[in-house]
């Protein structure tokens, strides 16, 4: 299976990042470029968010959405009724797909993710028309999601996380300046474009921020899972002096950056 993401449940996904991912989806569609009419392929399309904000935002012809959770997939059917959406259950790395299918494919928050990202953005590549367009976003995970650096400062201060821990979330595939655009360019794209947005990460409290951690969603809620409970509660205990920051619980602001990439095919 090529992703390192845990997906467990869609609920829990869309507190951990379903709510995020869609402040994005706007400026991000607006850096690719999307046009009305275009047929679309979004790859790791999870519950659906992109999927959505292109259907009512640009007027596609029609969009399918590719991820390997069956329970994120369900939750997009459910969600998103629309004849021109479909969704199926695909490897970003082995689409079910034809060459020159598709006029536009997207990617956001997902390649870093992928282990061979290379060979996902390749697929993307291989689906697209030639004059259309291979766009991403991915978090800059190592210097711009202060609200999940946070966690694993915490969890390097009290000695739970080791430093392969560290590296394999802060460092992973397509996440450092200019890894995109140099992936991007190593695929024959050309009009290579890299850049980032910037968004908010707004919770009303710590418990907010913290619930889907419990839950065991994503990486981070995987890895607090795993610890035994004296370590569990010792890291949220630590998180928890963070995000307090001195003052009382209440509502907190983090800014949340990506990088985005976009090219087209020869």
Known sequence: MSTTFHARSPAAYEAFMGRWSRRICGPFIAFTGSEAGESIVDVGCGTGSLTRVLTETVQPKRI???????????????????ARVSFEKADATQLNF???????????????????????????????????????????????????????????????ATEKDLASF?????????????????QGLI?????????????????????????????????????????????????RRSYFGGVAD????FAAMTWVCKGHVV
């Open 170 to 186: 802060f460092f992973r595939p397509m996440t450092r300046p200019g890894e995109l655009a140099a992936a991007w360019i190593g």
């Open 98 to 160: 034809p060459d020159a299918a598709f006029d536009r494919a997207v990617s956001m928050l997902v390649l870093q993710f992928v282990p061979d990202a290379d060979r996902a953005i390749g697929e993307m590549k291989r689906v697209v028309k030639p004059g259309g367009v291979v766009a991403a976003a991915v978090w800059d995970s190592y210097g711009g999601v202060p609200a999940h650096r946070m966690f694993w400062d915490a969890a390097s201060n009290i000695g739970v």
């Open 191 to 239: 009009d290579v474009e890299q850049s980032s947005l910037t968004i908010r990460m707004d919770y009303a409290g710590f418990d907010d921020y913290w619930a889907p951690i419990a839950a065991g969603e994503a990486t981070l809620g995987k890895f607090a899972a795993d610890l035994n409970s004296a370590d569990r509660n010792r890291l949220e205990t630590a998180v």
């Open 250 to 253: 209440g509502p907190r602001s």
């Open 64 to 82: 399918v959405g590719v991820d390997l959770s069956d329970a994120y997939l369900e939750a997009a059917r459910q969600n998103i009724r629309d």
